[in-house]
């Protein structure tokens, strides 16, 4: 994530995160010291039961959303592999939970996240008080429904207070907003648009296509353009 990046390369200011999705919101409200309700819809998947006693904390819950995530990509069970994989998951829920706590408390070390925001970009972009004191870093969807696709099968397996958001139906239009307010920012792009380009320049970073990209999460070619930001470490919006 971009927050592990930026510590991990010595970053010691202030880092703040917002999204909408329960993923990002379980490990958000994990990494930076707030309970965010989660209940199973066990209606909806009653093979998750064995990740109810998980829920009870906010560490479990974000080892129990992740493991979800992971393991619903096979629920549809549409050929044998998917089959072999969901039942692979669901006898091993416990186990993967248990490691995945332990990963995420070593990696709450090291990441520090000052807060975070279940919140839509929109709203949480107008209030970051302009000036150079705070950065804006972000990697808006380039394609309608994107992160709604990516997620809808994890928000049908869970009750939560998800907040309400604007759906982005393009990166320029956020992009936009991002670089009407005074101020430095970083804009990512999975798939980068001619009028994205128009809009914000050159590129001054494409990473190559990776799964282990270092520095935005993408599994495609990423299209990066920056405005320069300050120096010291600073306040992160």
Not at 106 to 131: F, M
Request: overall charge positive; proline content about 10%; charged content about 25%.
């Amino acid at each position: 994530s971009i927050e592990t990046v930026l510590r991990a390369n010595g970053y010691q200011g202030r880092i703040t995160g917002c999204d909408v999705s329960l993923y990002t919101c379980a490990l958000g409200a994990y990494f930076a010291g707030w309970d965010l309700p989660v209940r199973l819809n066990e209606a909806a998947f009653p093979e998750l039961a064995p990740l109810e006693p998980f829920l009870s904390d906010a560490e479990g819950r974000a080892a129990a959303v992740a493991v979800a995530l992971d393991a619903l990509a096979f629920a549809k069970r549409r050929n044998d592999y998917q089959k072999r994989m969901w039942d692979a998951y669901v006898r091993r829920l416990p186990e993967l939970c248990e490691r995945t706590r332990a990963r995420l408390r070593q990696k709450r070390d090291r990441l520090q996240l000052d807060a975070y925001h279940a919140q839509d970009a929109w709203e949480r972009v107008e209030r970051i008080p302009p000036g150079d004191d705070h950065v804006i870093l972000t990697f808006p969807p380039t394609y309608a429904g994107g992160y709604e696709k990516l997620y809808d099968t994890l928000h049908r397996a869970f009750h939560w207070p998800q907040p309400k958001y604007r759906e982005l139906t393009s990166g320029e239009e956020f992009a936009r907003r991002v670089i009407d307010r005074p101020g430095p920012w970083i804009i990512g792009a999975e798939k980068p648009t001619p009028e994205l380009e128009k809009l914000l320049g050159k590129p001054v970073a494409i990473t190559p296509p990776s799964i282990f990209t270092p520095t935005w999460p993408a599994a495609a070619p990423c299209w990066s353009v920056a405005r320069s930001a300050p120096r010291s470490p600073r306040g992160s919006g």
